[in-house]
């Protein structure tokens, strides 16, 4: 009898804690609940801003666009923006929720670069560049591939090779399959920058070791020519 009891009470116990889960992970999904910390990782080698000639500053506030990238993605992370895909028809989300693409443009445009127009002008400029059947000022700048259009056809660009350290200035752009975001000024203990994204409701860090983790998916370098 006491067995009995002793397994239905483990068959609720499982039960609970099931739905608790269940519930947890779909308060995460819907943005509901933050689990993303902003909170920033352990530094094994700080980045240095190597003078390569150019010195662009195109907001003109005596701050360089690489610097100026990353301070913006930095300050926009720190907001901690929950994780979802919605329209906005004003283009840049102003509810607290984002996705990768929106690390990006909120980065750059503190540092001078609207990507809402840039991108809307060079799609109705070279319409034949972009998959966009019908253009929509409001969320084309927001789509992965349409960014990395207008970099290739307009940023610098730059090796995809994670290893080649030297290249990979803080502020710079990264590209993978489906995703992108801004190199940031710490590495990993291998020496490799982290990337300052927004991936997933279920990301643990806003900047995380992503060159390493997805070095197959790299397919763009950037840094931006004014």
Known sequence: MRGQIRHRLVGVLGGVLLLSALVAAVLVATGAVNMTSAERPENHMDILFVDDGSHVDR???GIEDGQDNLE???AYVRTRPRYRSAYYANGYPDDGFGVCTDVVAFALRDAGYDLQRLIADDI?????????ETPDAAIDFRRTGNQLVYFERHAISLTTNPEDLSSRQPGD???FEGHVGIVSGFRSSRGIPYVIHRQ??????????LLESRRGDIVGHFRMAG
Request: zero cysteines; charged letters at 30%.
């Open 59 to 61: 907001d003109g506030d």
């Open 173 to 175: 752009i990264v590209v």
């Open 124 to 132: 109705a400029a070279a319409p034949e560049a972009y998959d966009v």
């Open 200 to 209: 997933s409701a279920f990301q643990l860090r806003y900047e995380e070791d």
């Open 72 to 74: 913006a993605a930095l």
